[in-house]
């Protein structure tokens, strides 16, 4: 008798673990967009030949926020029949931990910034600003809450 009340309880702790296990592999969890290995590096000192030209917090959706500072480098002569060539840059302090510095691109309309791949890009524009990752914007609907140099 002793020995089949082991064997009951050896077989229900069993069944325990493995419904424990399969819970655990079932439960759904949050998607997250996987970050670029460049675009999660940490920040990198400014060029010394760029001056700060401002320092901008912006409020975005979902209590996210961006701290941005941004430089601009020295004057270029443009090449004949070539847009000018931005030199400046900007480096993010995000709500979601990352710090990271990108270098200022070609932009038709507003100021852009992105890493070398363009897999993370900051734009701004006026008083809004927005970021995206991977062709997914992740941070959105951002206006100035704070400036200054």
Not at 106 to 122: C, K, L, M, Q, V
Request: hydrophobic fraction near 40%; include cysteine; glycine fraction near 6%.
């Amino acid at each position: 008798m002793q020995s089949m009340k082991k064997k009951h309880l050896l077989a229900t702790l069993i069944i325990i673990v493995l419904l424990a296990i399969a819970i655990f592999f079932a439960w759904p969890r949050p998607k997250a967009i996987a970050p670029t290995q460049s675009s999660t590096q940490p920040a990198a000192s400014v060029p010394a030949d760029q001056t700060l030209v401002n320092n901008v917090t912006y409020s975005c959706d979902d209590g996210k926020t961006i701290t941005a500072a941004l430089y601009q480098g020295p004057r270029v002569a443009a090449v004949p029949n070539e847009p000018p060539q931005p030199n400046g840059s900007a480096v993010l302090s995000l709500s979601d931990g990352r710090n990271m510095t990108l270098s200022q691109t070609i932009s038709a309309d507003g100021i852009r910034y992105a890493n070398t791949d363009e897999s993370f890009i900051f734009w701004s524009k006026g008083s809004g600003a927005f970021i995206q990752e991977n062709g997914t914007t992740t941070f959105s609907n951002c206006e100035v809450s704070a400036t200054g140099q």
